[in-house]
């Protein structure tokens, strides 16, 4: 099963920029689904970005709130995922979490990759403050 441990959070000023990463020790990595949900305080988890394993062609998925700005990535090689979040606004302000399963074909993937009810695995999040 997927072991997920995010890091790169921090304290940043808006307009700058971040990079999260996820790492899985599962052992399984290239064979997941993953995914990037956020929790601000006082709101419910949303969706933030998906990346597909390479079984469809590791495709990727955003929320229309972060689009052009971040960029979800996965180095296999590596058992990692990433989270490029460029100009960031201090309502971004949360903590995020990667999340890890196997949605099964590429239509499924499409139609419910953005669903947190979708993973069973979790990491424990990563703060990221935006300063304004």
């Known amino acids: 099963q997927a072991q997920l441990v995010e890091s790169g959070g921090g304290l940043v000023q808006a307009g700058d920029s971040l990079r999260l990463a996820c790492v899985d020790s599962?052992?399984?990595?290239?064979?997941?689904?993953m995914a990037w949900f956020r929790q601000a305080p006082g709101k419910e988890r949303e969706f933030v970005a998906a990346?597909?394993?390479?079984?469809?062609?590791?495709?990727?998925k955003y929320a229309d709130s972060v689009k052009g700005r971040f960029t979800v990535s996965r180095d296999n090689a590596k058992n990692t995922m990433y989270l490029e979040m460029n100009t960031l606004k201090p309502e971004e302000t949360a903590v995020y979490y990667c999340?890890?399963?196997?949605?099964?074909?590429?239509?499924?993937?499409?139609?419910?990759?953005?669903?947190?009810?979708?993973?069973?695995?979790w990491g424990q999040g990563t703060q990221v403050t935006v300063s304004s």
């Open positions: 990346t597909a394993n390479v079984r469809i062609g590791s495709g990727t």
């Open positions: 599962g052992g399984s990595f290239s064979r997941y689904d």
């Open positions: 999340a890890a399963d196997r949605l099964g074909y590429p239509a499924r993937w499409g139609r419910y990759a953005g669903d947190q009810r979708s993973y069973h695995y």
